[in-house]
């Protein structure tokens, strides 16, 4: 019963460690990253899809991101896209290629970046405290049950507390990394 419910704990920790560092790969920093690109879908031939599902995109400069579709007839629906998302960068288009150039942050934009970064990062932790208090409320039905002893249950309780250390000092780790590439100038 016990061995189980830890492992799965692990893993539903694993995946909130994972879905946080996800969204803080898709802020925008002075740096193009083809990442900040993931969560932006186009409307083609009626289906959601994203963007790197129908063009090659790649970063020739450190300031510039290139979208290549594959099919020429997306680029206007690309565009689009892309305008109406919350990136704030304007896409320039030549009819082949869609280049989307970076500008310079400004330091009001970095320290509205850093807030953001926390609050998802806020976001993950709140995420592994809720894994962390259903994994506590099985091992305390279980033990009150009878199907374990105080003495183990307590034990468990304790590794799902490292548990959540652990993956809580995960999510720091990833933020700070990201808060100093959005620092960077």
Do not use: C
Request: glycine share 4%; net charge negative.
């Amino acid at each position: 019963m016990a061995e189980p419910q830890l492992k799965d704990t692990k893993v539903k920790m694993d995946k909130a460690v994972e879905a946080t560092q996800r969204d803080l790969r898709a802020i925008r920093t002075g740096r193009a990253n083809p990442a900040i690109l993931d969560s932006i879908r186009v409307d083609y031939y009626g289906a959601q899809t994203p963007v790197n599902q129908m063009a090659t995109v790649s970063v020739p400069e450190p300031r510039l991101i290139v979208i290549q579709p594959w099919d020429k007839s997306a680029i206007e629906n690309i565009s689009k896209a892309l305008q109406a998302s919350d990136l704030g960068i304007t896409p320039a288009s030549d009819g082949v290629v869609i280049r989307l150039p970076f500008p310079a942050l400004t330091e009001e934009r970095r320290k509205e970046l850093v807030k953001v970064a926390h609050r998802l990062a806020e976001e993950g932790k709140v995420s592994i405290r809720n894994i962390r208090r259903d994994a506590n409320d099985t091992l305390k039905k279980a033990a009150k049950k009878g199907d374990m002893s105080e003495d183990e249950s307590e034990r468990l309780l304790g590794i799902v507390q490292d548990y959540t250390n652990d993956h809580t000092k995960e999510i720091d780790q990833h933020v700070e990394d990201k808060i100093s590439e959005i620092m960077e100038v």
